[in-house]
């Protein structure tokens, strides 16, 4: 069994900070990609940012010079440091990881998610 588990959402005013935290637990193998989502009211889940194993990382546009993405293999987390908040960024976050609990077979495992508000 596998679980991620996020922390670190909360309300924020316009221009602040906030960090987002997740661990991977289980009977994991390896982890391939691991990354954030989020979902606004309304709109369909969109990916923010991702990390490669070999720490490659990619953002979506809205995002980029504000987020950065890292993770530590060794620990099986990874993070989300949100900076220069906008209302907009409003949304309930999820974080994904590619993971493999044997062999080669990689799966999608989902956070249940954290909520995090920006008031303006």
């Known amino acids: 069994q596998v679980q991620l588990v996020e922390s670190g959402g909360g309300l924020v005013q316009a221009g602040g900070s906030l960090r987002l935290f997740c661990a991977a637990s289980?009977?994991?193998?390896?982890?391939?990609?691991m990354g954030w989502y989020r979902q606004a009211p309304g709109k369909q889940r969109e990916l923010v940012a991702a990390?490669?194993?070999?720490?490659?990382?990619n953002y979506v546009d809205s995002v980029k010079g504000r987020f950065a993405i890292s993770r530590d293999n060794a620990k099986n987390t990874v993070y989300l440091q949100m900076n220069s908040l906008k209302p907009e960024d409003t949304a309930v976050y999820y974080c994904?990881?590619?993971?493999?609990?044997?062999?080669?077979?990689?799966?999608?495992?989902w956070g249940k998610g954290t909520l995090d508000t920006v008031s303006s």
């Open positions: 990390v490669t194993s070999g720490g490659r990382r």
């Open positions: 994904n990881a590619d993971i493999s609990t044997g062999g080669t077979y990689y799966k999608d495992y």
């Open positions: 289980g009977s994991i193998f390896s982890i391939n990609a």
